[in-house]
């Protein structure tokens, strides 16, 4: 049994304007000391994917069905009280913007002394010894004296320093960490990651890596999910997916990289943009922007734009799309009338 | 620190010296103490060599220099109608003013945080509901007509039967909405001597009775104003990331409400409403002439009323000097406050 | 500026109304009860005052009209009405309904005119600090902070008491309007001067201004022409604010004594005359005209309110 599995989860907004389904059918694994990452364009879902792991989706937003297991518990429909106990013990979070995510009136030590007297028994003294040897871990230059700062005082990667030292301080089993370098200098990008990568590795912990970049996650993660429109449309080992993506989205994605694009030439977008949620199209969301979708004489595949794609099983990855279900099965047939 | 001391002393030594040059305008133009020193029939002539003697053909600036450094040492002269040093005749009704705002402050600040605060946390509950209500109510009343209200309803009273005396629900709401009077509504009562001038309603049990009208509709100036404030700061503020990630650190809701969402929420209620506190002192003028309250805006009312120029000059450098110091008071606790403050001397 | 722009004359030609019709604005209207009633009711007082010469009973002014033997009568609920005075008479015997018609529309007319008066004085304040910056800015500002820092109403006070000391209570009497109008007004302005100014700076700082700076255009042509129409949603939501501001300030004035006489009374004037009266049990001169000016405000402020949420321009805090 995996530490942490989704099945199925359903995350709602509740607008005056309706219902909108920001996350659906969602479901995914992740072992002790795994690393998933999960890629998508802002407003596929990733972030509310995130944050609904341990029901901390912001008020109109709702967890409307399926399952969140961790450790074997049930994480939907628990508690408010006893979510406490695992929020930021037994999984911790690190957020996008290091500038906004530290309260700008508390010093540095006030808030990574409360982290862990909200979850130990353990007098001041103490805990600010177990700050400051998460500070060291995080590699802060002179940590004794940050205690006493306030976040304003400290550049954008420290701050993020600091963030993932707050994380690790419970020696959590999985850290959730939504686009941790977005918001910072492209220099110091890489050195967060390798520090993050590298406390992970060292403490065994399991990492759930929110983003887009997808260079991140094939250095980073084991294993990845690909989301589309709330929807989870591609999952598997991270090489497998990124040496050979089966998805048209996942492809599209692939080609739109600068590297695969040969000098001199426009960079491969794929066309269209994302459809917002309250207003998705019938059938595989990805189906007006598909190349298999539309058939050359212009019509569209009828089964695509009714019916939403399964997960079909092609190599070690789960793939949502009619065409490769459609190849799948004709892989199979000849195989089969071969063998007869 | 000290660059921000150094500023905000500054900025209030500037609001001072506009507040004494418009005083001084006042004095030199509307006030004319020949006037008030001898009578009609002294000839015209004697009255010019008095005017020489006291220096009152001297040039603009040299006669607003020694105003002004006669109100460095707190002499504005006499009052025309007291007959006495316009200071003394403020220094006694200033304990009045002053323990007036006190109380309205502190009715202000215990009711509009936990109010502000918990229609911010559940903003959708019926109770909060009920305070925004009541609170955008409160704004468009009048201070003088709440003021005029309660002692309506609680120093004279109200007896009115609308609805049937006969059955138990109308006799029921009859007398909900029948109120006794009696309260004290003129006037301080007897307040306690201090020490000088300083008589204090807060000594007795009837002083305090005195100050509780006053007090309430003096505040019910600034409450819903204060309310409203908290309220919409707190809702910013429960929405920023610092507050998700505070939640993420599974801290209790007490702590996240309290400590994290609150300190924020203070920052610019302490600057906004801080000011506003100052400016109570110009709301004390109408309800001190409601309740007749023998203080400060009561006198300079009189004043006017009688056109006696010193006192009212006095009245305004005093006040000028009570907003400078409330104003560099609030600069100063923010600064305190706010961690941001110290290193560039003003707020990121 | 007053050659017609052709873009901007003939685009939305086929459509300000249906442009109107398809807003927000008016869609969450409809949707919000609290802002209809509103509407109404403000709709109803701002008719029936400035209907008031021809919907009142009798003219207050006129003392011919006036019956003093019918002084202090109580409203038509109560006994001992008479059926002529439907909400009583005032200590003058004037008719109560009557005066709070008149005192409505001399209560509006200076409200408005206030607040025109500080708009004006405010933008260009506001739009000459934001767009020049520099001395002139720092001037402007320092001094609507100098002046923000004393309380408005302090402000208001001070400077009637000197009017009318210098012009004297019979000259201030007859002139009582235009020097309220700019007594508010002026004591005022520098909430509009502050929100205007944040606003430009916040708009200074878009392409659109970039742009239309290389493109030649002279500074005025931009600040009225581009900064100004992109800083209206602003402006518009206090000005409603305001309105009922200016509306207290007037009255608080006029209960000072300072401001309408009660021959010719506002709704603060007729509050002040019937306060008198409060202690001999005829609670109705005071407490009548103060209902009327609390709905009134109430409803300007809950337009307001209503404004605020749907335009949610960046108001300056503070």
């Known amino acids: 049994m995996s530490l942490l599995e989704v099945n199925n989860l359903d995350v709602r907004f509740a607008l005056r304007r309706g219902e909108v389904k920001a996350l659906r059918d969602v479901c995914f694994t992740l072992d002790r000391g795994e690393r998933l990452g999960i890629v998508g364009e802002s407003g596929a879902g990733k972030s509310v994917a995130a944050f609904s792991l341990l029901n901390l989706i912001a008020k109109p937003g709702y967890i409307a069905g399926g399952s969140v297991r961790f450790d074997g518990q049930e994480l939907t429909g628990m508690s408010d009280r006893a979510l406490r106990r695992i929020r930021g013990h037994r999984i911790s979070m690190i957020f996008q913007d290091p500038m906004m995510t530290l309260n700008p009136v508390l010093t540095i030590g006030e808030q990574m002394v409360e982290c862990l007297k909200a979850h130990r028994r353990i007098a001041r003294r103490e805990a600010r010894a177990i700050a400051l040897r998460k500070l060291e871990q995080v590699q802060i230059p002179s940590p004794e004296a940050r205690l006493d700062q306030y976040p304003h005082e400290l550049s954008g990667g420290m701050r993020q320093r600091v963030i993932i030292a707050i994380a690790l301080l419970l020696d959590p089993d999985i850290i959730i960490a939504d686009e941790p370098t977005t918001a910072l200098d492209v220099t110091i990008q890489a050195e967060i990651m390798a520090l993050l990568l590298e406390l992970c590795e060292k403490h065994n912990v399991g990492l759930i890596l929110i983003t887009h970049d997808l260079g991140v996650v094939s250095q980073v993660t084991q294993r990845m999910l690909v989301m589309y429109a709330g929807r989870v449309i591609e999952q598997g080992p991270t090489r497998e997916i990124i040496n050979d993506p089966q998805h048209p989205y996942t492809q599209g994605l692939m080609n739109a990289l600068p590297q695969m694009a040969t000098p001199g030439e426009r960079l491969n977008q794929i066309p269209g943009s994302m459809p917002s949620l309250d207003n998705l199209p019938s059938g595989c969301a990805f189906h007006p922007r598909c190349g298999f979708a539309q058939r050359a004489d212009g019509s569209e595949r009828p089964a695509c734009c009714t019916q939403v794609p399964g997960f079909v099983t092609s190599g070690n990855c789960q793939v949502a799309c009619h065409m490769v279900a459609e190849m799948i099965e004709r892989e199979r047939i000849p195989a089969e009338e071969t063998t007869r | 620190m000290i660059a921000f001391l150094v500023k905000r002393l500054f900025h209030a030594l500037l609001v001072m010296f506009v507040i004494s040059v418009i005083a001084f305008a006042i004095q030199d133009n509307l006030g004319d103490p020949i006037q008030q020193m001898v009578g009609q029939s002294v000839p015209e002539s004697e009255r010019e060599a008095l005017r020489e003697e006291l220096g009152l053909n001297d040039p603009f600036l040299v006669q607003y220099l020694r105003f002004a450094a006669n109100a460095a040492q707190l002499d504005f002269g006499y009052s025309y109608v007291f007959n006495q040093p316009t200071t003394e005749v403020i220094a006694r009704h200033l304990p009045a003013t002053l323990e007036l705002v006190a109380a309205a402050t502190f009715l202000i600040v215990v009711l509009s945080v936990p109010i502000g605060v918990y229609s911010a946390i559940k903003p959708r509950a019926w109770l909060s509901r009920c305070f925004m209500g009541v609170s955008i109510v409160g704004i468009s009343i009048p201070v003088f007509l709440t003021a005029i209200v309660l002692i309506q309803l609680f120093a004279i009273g109200v007896s009115w039967a609308p609805f049937p005396a006969d059955t138990a629900w109308g006799a029921w709401l009859n007398d909900l909405i029948t109120t006794e009077g009696g309260m004290p509504a003129y006037g301080r009562g007897n307040p306690v001597h201090v020490f000088g001038t300083w008589y204090t309603n807060f000594a007795s049990l009837d002083g305090l009775l005195y100050l509780v009208l006053p007090a309430i509709s003096l505040a019910s100036i600034m409450l819903p104003l204060f309310i409203r404030l908290i309220r919409a700061e707190m809702l910013e503020v429960l929405q920023s990331e610092y507050v998700k990630f505070a939640r993420a650190k599974g801290l209790r809701l007490r702590r996240i409400y309290f400590l994290h969402a609150l300190k924020n929420t203070m920052l610019p209620v302490i600057t906004v409403g801080g000011v506003q506190i100052g400016t109570l002192v110009a709301y004390t003028i109408l309800t001190e002439t409601v309740f007749q309250w023998p203080g400060m805006g009561l006198m300079f009312l009189d004043a006017i009323e009688r056109s006696d120029i010193p006192l009212i000059v006095t009245y305004l450098m005093i006040v000028g000097l009570i907003f400078v110091i409330t104003n560099t008071l609030v600069d100063l606790i923010y600064g305190l406050v706010n961690p941001t403050v110290k290193l560039t001397g003003k707020p990121a | ?318």
Request: hydrophobic share 50%; aromatic share 10%; glycine share 8%.
């Open chain 3, 1 to 318: 500026m007053s050659t017609p722009n052709p873009a901007i004359e003939s685009a939305p030609a086929t459509g300000r109304w249906e442009r109107f019709r398809d807003s927000y604005l008016l869609y969450s209207f409809k949707r919000d009860l609290v802002a209809q009633a509103s509407l109404l009711i403000f709709v109803v007082l701002v008719a029936a005052a400035v209907l008031a010469p021809w919907l009142a009973p009798m003219n207050p002014y006129d003392l011919a009209q006036i019956d003093i033997l019918a002084s202090e009568l109580p409203p038509f609920w109560i006994d001992g009405s008479e059926s002529a005075y439907p909400m009583g008479t005032d200590a003058q015997g004037r008719d109560l309904l009557s005066t709070i018609l008149y005192g409505a529309r001399v209560s509006l007319i200076i409200g408005f005119g206030a607040v025109a008066l500080q708009a004006t004085l405010g933008v260009v304040c506001g739009l000459l600090a934001g767009y020049l910056g520099g001395r002139i800015d720092a001037f402007l500002m320092r001094l609507a902070d100098i002046q923000l820092s004393f309380s408005t109403l302090m402000v208001a006070i001070v400077v009637g008491a000197l009017v009318k000391a210098i012009f004297g209570g019979a000259t201030f009497s007859t002139y009582a309007v235009p020097l309220l109008v700019l007594i508010i007004g002026l004591a005022e302005w520098p909430q509009y001067a502050r929100t205007v100014r944040a606003s430009v700076l916040a708009e200074k700082s878009k392409e659109y201004v970039d742009a239309a700076r290389t493109m030649g255009l002279s500074s005025r042509r931009i600040m009225f022409r581009h900064i100004l129409p992109n800083t209206l949603s602003p402006i518009f939501v206090i000005s409603t604010v305001q309105v009922a501001n200016a509306i207290i300030s007037e009255a608080a004035l006029s209960f000072l004594g300072l401001g309408m006489p009660e021959t010719h009374p506002s709704l603060g004037s007729l509050i002040k005359s019937g306060f008198d009266y409060l202690q001999s049990g005829s609670w109705w001169i005071t407490l009548i005209p103060g209902a009327v000016l609390v709905l009134l405000v109430l409803v300007i402020n809950l337009l307001g309110d209503w404004l605020r949420d749907v335009l949610n321009p960046r108001l300056y805090k503070g």
